[in-house]
């Protein structure tokens, strides 16, 4: 049985996803905190809205890892709702700053994948979580494109 290959639901979140949250949300420790900068930030308090759309889609990314790992839609959706919020604050001028340094929706979005990877479903769970996560997406994907109209 120890040679047995693992399974996808016994694989831990690829390095990629670890790598991608750490370099978006907290690569870079505050001395003497234990506040993490990432891109989002850095890229906000210059670019302000362009941090953010950055990291709304490259977070689309942890869905794939999420949906691999067998992470039901619910929780899809709540990783959707985080990713928004982060969009629609951080956008903000220098309040959007400040809250970018405390909501990282990447890290939030990763924890969750840990947490329900693999979480076992009912077909009627599955289906009813399919429409709330179409619905979530939706309204992420709409907020991105209201964010890159107003930036662009």
């Known amino acids: 049985m120890a040679d ?3 399974t996808s639901m016994q694989r831990k979140t690829p390095h990629w ?3 991608l949250v750490r370099l978006l949300d907290d690569g870079i420790r505050i001395p003497g905190t234990k506040i993490g900068l990432g891109l ?5 308090f210059f670019l302000p809205g362009v941090g953010d759309t950055l990291t709304a889609v490259s977070g689309l990314s942890l869905f794939y890892a999420a949906y691999k790992q067998g992470v039901p839609a619910r929780v899809l959706a709540r990783m959707a709702l985080n990713m928004a919020i982060d969009l629609g604050i951080g ?3 220098v309040v959007g700053d ?3 340094l405390l909501w990282k929706s990447n890290r939030k979005n990763l924890d969750l994948i840990e947490r329900h990877r693999g979480a076992p479903e009912t077909p009627e769970q599955r289906r ?3 429409w709330i996560l ?8 709409v907020a991105i494109a209201g964010v890159l109209v107003v930036l662009f």
Request: avoid cysteine; proline fraction near 11%.
């Open 4 to 6: 047995r290959p693992p």
């Open 17 to 19: 996803a670890e790598a």
């Open 40 to 44: 989002d930030a850095i890229i906000g």
């Open 91 to 93: 956008i903000v001028p």
């Open 98 to 100: 400040g809250f970018d």
């Open 128 to 130: 009813r979580d399919m």
């Open 134 to 141: 179409g619905l979530a997406l939706f309204g992420l994907l």
